[in-house]
């Protein structure tokens, strides 16, 4: 199985609600990633989680809150969001951050509307 | 972390080879070259990647320049459904993506 898994595909939610994206793998990597991208833009990494741990936040703002609870799982929580934060997210993982010789796996990403 | 520059567009009729530049001048001696596509509103797959080598696997060849500051990706016999957009990216413990190039495939 080299599959990531993203849910929801498609959210849409108010600037006051709270919702969550969870991404999932079972392939024992143990570095996760958490991309941003807007329309015709490259992705934009937010987080990296290595062995469950945060390692880097690209100074995202808090209103994005990330948890990997377990190896094959990673949270995005959302929580007052601004129109502006529309955009593709993109989970991935790989075996590690450590080697360098490996390669990373894109889940499909959850389309997220912000009204 | 390389930082890269890539042709913003490129077109390549159907079953010819495309071959996608890229520049990562800033790569670091023992950095790996990555090479990433997205196909529309889909997430980045794998293609390749060298470390100096030239590599080949079943979608594409990459010839890496002796100095490593260029690359060179090629798909030898280009179908529709690679057109994509086409990323070069190298990085320790994340990957940074550059603008990277538009492939239109056509017939």
């Known amino acids: 199985d080299t599959e990531v898994t993203q849910t929801p595909k498609h959210l849409v939610m108010g600037m006051t609600n709270k919702k969550s994206l969870k991404c999932e793998q079972h392939m024992g990597h143990r570095a996760m990633y958490w991309y941003k991208q807007k329309a015709k833009k490259p992705p934009e990494l937010m987080f990296v989680y290595s062995y469950e741990k945060l390692s880097i936040n690209e100074s995202v703002p808090s209103r994005f809150s990330p948890e990997c609870p377990n190896s094959s799982l990673l949270n995005l929580h959302l929580h007052a969001l601004q129109p502006e934060d529309s955009a593709l997210y993109l989970c991935?993982?790989?075996?590690?951050?450590?080697?360098?010789?490996?390669?990373?796996?894109f889940g499909q990403g959850t389309r997220l509307t912000v009204v | 972390d390389a930082k890269t520059t890539q042709p913003p567009s490129m077109d390549c009729a159907e079953g010819r080879a495309a071959n996608l530049p890229c520049n990562h001048s800033?790569?670091?001696?023992?950095?790996?070259v990555y090479w990433y596509r997205q196909i529309h509103s889909q997430g980045p797959q794998y293609i390749i990647h060298g470390l100096k080598n030239n590599e080949t696997n079943e979608m594409a060849s990459l010839i890496i320049t002796e100095d490593r500051k260029s690359s060179t990706l090629i798909l030898p016999h280009a179908t529709l459904r690679d057109t994509a957009v086409y990323y070069c990216t190298g990085g320790y413990n994340k990957l940074i993506f550059g603008a990277g190039t538009r492939l239109a495939v056509h017939p």
């Open positions: 800033t790569i670091s001696g023992n950095e790996y």
């Open positions: 991935a993982s790989s075996p590690n951050t450590r080697q360098r010789n490996t390669e990373a796996f």
